[in-house]
């Protein structure tokens, strides 16, 4: 059983800063560059708070920033507990969307031991990170992405409703993305939606190291406390955004990845032993390598890069019947298993340490990283939704980084303060 609950969220007075000029995206998708420029916006920008500054103190220094920033009313708390109705509207393709969901607190339970299902295997250091920062603030700030199964949309009645009225806050991203939220707090309303997600199961799109980081926090919490069994405090919640699996807005991008090579790889001795398991032909250049790839009567196909020019590879019939039937249609565990591991020797600790791997979400940004360094780029399509639900039920896992939920949710609209 699900178990959400509103709460009074800390949030930035918007009497003191423009909203714009502190909120970020999530912490893991930003460069040290785009850091820089978030704090160039706002000395307040959430970067400060979410990735702090400094070496062995650096969770020291947001706990104080925190505290000064609410002491200073730059940040305020609400007065009622609200679930706060989350919209985002983009364009892509030339075509307006709206991504409708809400924000408010999932009770924790133990990954695949309840109704919270993961999709993706995690690593021990952005676990630490997060640990020592919520040690230190004892705060959420930062939601993680849920899905949730509403085929009847039945859950639009109360974004409809709230949406009717001011919003709370407003603000556009760098990306052209407008957010917007609304607080929810009526009694009916707020019990209407604890009780719709009752029955509803939790698929983790974005933030599995932030969900384990609370249960870990949860346990080190109890046990510093001393609480009784079953005695429930805000430490067993975390903040959550729960989307319809069938919003219309809900869009998952592919993420490209580039490898670094020796100087002794060979490209055509590589390509020698990739034709025992895949075809392979050469691609114009991006704009075909993209059609390829995405070509629903393709197969399991994708695209190389290397020395300026495309490949299009399709996998044999034989090669997929091996795997596993839950990993047919994941092209990420395809390229790592029979791919990389297979033909380049790549191992598990270096695609764990992302030694010479890069993630990437453009073909642009694949040729750029090529041209500096001696490089294979590979070429994926998105994974579809229902494929992410599969794996997740099955209790298995996709590589790392195989799915890029567009847009990302915004850090500093709420913050839950525990």
């Avoid at 009313?73 to 009622?80: A, G, N, P, T």
């Avoid at 640990?131 to 109360?158: H, P, W």
């Avoid at 490898?259 to 075909?288: H, M, Q, W, Y």
């Avoid at 047919?328 to 565990?333: P, S």
């Amino acid at each position: 059983m699900s178990i959400v609950r509103p709460f009074a969220g800390v949030r930035y007075n918007l009497e003191e800063v423009l909203l714009k000029s502190v909120v970020a995206p999530p912490y893991d998708v930003i460069s040290p560059e785009m850091k820089q420029a978030l704090k160039d916006k706002s000395p307040y920008n959430v970067v400060t708070l979410d990735l702090p500054d400094g070496a062995d103190d650096k969770y020291d220094n947001a706990a104080a920033l925190y505290k000064q920033y609410c002491d200073n009313k730059i940040l305020i708390k609400d007065e009622k507990p609200s679930f706060y109705v989350y919209e985002q509207v983009y364009t892509y393709g030339g075509k307006e969307y709206v991504r409708t969901g809400f924000v408010g607190l999932l009770k924790l339970e133990e990954l695949g031991k309840g109704s919270v299902y993961p999709h993706e295997k995690t690593l021990s250091g952005p676990k630490k990170d997060r640990f020592e920062l919520m040690k230190a603030c004892k705060t959420n700030f930062s939601q993680i992405f849920g899905l949730y199964m509403d085929k009847d949309n039945r859950m639009n009645l109360v974004f409809n409703e709230a949406k009717k009225n001011m919003p709370t806050a407003s603000a556009m991203d760098e990306d052209g993305v407008k957010n917007t939220i609304w607080s929810v707090s009526g009694d009916n309303t707020v019990r209407m939606i604890e009780e719709f997600m009752k029955d509803k199961a939790i698929y983790i799109a974005d933030g599995h190291h932030r969900y384990e980081t609370a249960l870990n926090y949860r346990d080190h919490a109890r046990k510093q406390n001393a609480d009784m069994e079953n005695e429930e405090k805000p430490y067993d919640y975390v903040m959550m955004m729960f989307v319809n699996f069938y919003d219309e807005g809900l869009k998952i991008f592919p993420t490209h990845r580039v490898l670094e090579v020796d100087s002794a790889f060979s490209f055509e001795g590589f390509l020698d032993k990739l034709r025992f398991d895949f075809t392979i032909e050469k691609l114009a250049d991006a704009k075909t390598a993209d059609t390829f790839v995405n070509d629903p009567a393709g197969g399991r196909s994708m695209a190389l890069y290397y020395d300026n020019t495309y490949y299009g590879i399709k996998a044999h019939d034989e090669v997929i019947e091996n795997l596993s039937q839950v990993y047919r249609k994941v092209d990420t565990y395809l390229l790592q298993e029979g791919i990389m591991k297979k033909f380049m020797n790549v191992t598990d600790e270096r695609l764990l340490k992302k030694e010479g791997v890069y993630f990437v979400q453009t073909l642009d940004q694949i040729e750029k990283l090529a041209a500096d360094k001696k490089a294979v780029g590979f070429i994926l399509k998105g994974v579809d939704i229902d494929i992410v639900r599969e794996i997740s039920e099955s209790g298995m896992v996709m590589p790392q980084k195989s799915t890029y939920f567009y847009p990302k949710l915004q850090t500093g609209l709420v913050i839950y303060q525990f």
